[in-house]
């Protein structure tokens, strides 16, 4: 993490909420079921409750755990915790969207 700060790198607090809302989408796919469009994009739509509580540093291994909250149709909600050592680092509450399948009225 060059520059992210010379004499002490950490990891960047955007990249662990990229890493957690990775995760999330992988844990989406996971529950897509009939009418859901096949490889569909998972747009990531918002974050709520963010909290860093450590620094990661170099050498870290980032483990994330992440649970639904809520799915209504094709949104899904929830809530990721980034672990280094089982030691809690950062949390947040995710949103992402699925597309689903538009059903043909002539079927």
């Known amino acids: 993490f060059q520059g992210h700060f010379p004499s ?3 990891m960047p607090g955007v990249l662990i909420v ?3 809302a990775q995760t999330g989408g992988v844990l989406a796919l996971s529950r897509m079921v009939k009418g859901y ?3 569909a994009p ?3 739509m918002g974050l709520d409750k963010v909290r860093f509580r450590k620094p990661v540093r170099p050498g870290d ?3 994330m755990k992440l649970v639904f909250l809520k799915q209504r149709g094709g949104l899904f909600k929830m809530k990721g915790e980034a672990f280094v050592d ?3 680092v950062a949390e ?3 949103m992402a969207s699925v597309e689903v399948e538009k059903q043909n009225p002539q079927e």
């Open 37 to 39: 469009k096949r490889n």
């Open 18 to 20: 990229e890493a957690m």
């Open 61 to 63: 291994q980032l483990v």
């Open 8 to 10: 002490n790198p950490i």
């Open 92 to 94: 947040a509450e995710l």
């Open 42 to 44: 998972i747009y990531f």
């Open 86 to 88: 089982n030691v809690l």
